[in-house]
């Protein structure tokens, strides 16, 4: 369906709204995750105004639309990267996460992290980029690993490879009552 709509978007420009209404929450969410709410605004917006401009150049093999914009969510996160690393480093050291001081977390999420939150920042701090993206939008952005590979270009098969290499590191790194679920 969202690759029809992309499609009718190059006749009727207005069409593209439709996609915006129904993936711009997810969006807005993982990028809250990796760079904050007051990033994620713009990251968000900018992720859309990039797919309306570069939406006659999308190709249906590559995936479902919905990857397609996480891809170019995480294009756009990856020129945050410095900022992000340092912001997990101060969450490290200071104990409290500087990115999700917001009143949208659910309780269950902050007792959580409220736990883990330096320990696992820490660690998120340290893996490649390339590792760390396949985590967190398999954990943060709620892809399937075909929808990662879609949005980052790369085979399923090394999505897979990176996102276990993470969960292993991270495992290691945490107490074992915290390891991550492997759904």
């Known amino acids: 369906m969202d690759q029809q709509i992309l499609h009718r978007s190059l006749r009727q420009p207005d069409?593209?709204?439709e996609l915006f209404a129904r993936h711009f929450a997810d969006l807005h969410r993982y990028a809250a995750r990796r760079l904050g709410d007051a990033a994620a605004d713009d990251i968000a917006a900018e992720t859309f105004l990039a797919a309306f401009r570069q939406r006659?150049?999308?190709a249906a093999d590559r995936g479902p639309v919905r990857g397609w914009l996480f891809g170019i969510a995480a294009n756009l996160i990856g020129r945050h990267r410095r900022a992000e690393v340092r912001a997990l480093r101060t969450w490290a050291r200071a104990g409290t996460d500087p990115l999700t001081e917001c009143h949208s977390e659910q309780v269950a999420d902050r007792v959580s992290a409220g736990a883990l939150g330096p320990r696992l920042a820490g660690v998120l701090a340290r893996l490649s980029p390339g590792d760390r993206?396949?985590?967190l939008l398999v954990a943060w952005g709620e892809l399937s690993y075909d929808e990662v590979a879609a949005a980052l270009g790369i085979p399923p098969g090394t999505v897979a490879s990176r996102l276990n290499r993470a969960r292993r590191k991270v495992r290691a790194a945490l107490p074992?009552?915290?390891a991550l679920d492997e759904e």
């Open 56 to 58: 006659d150049r999308y």
């Open 15 to 17: 069409q593209f709204a």
């Open 176 to 178: 074992a009552k915290h």
């Open 133 to 135: 993206e396949v985590l």
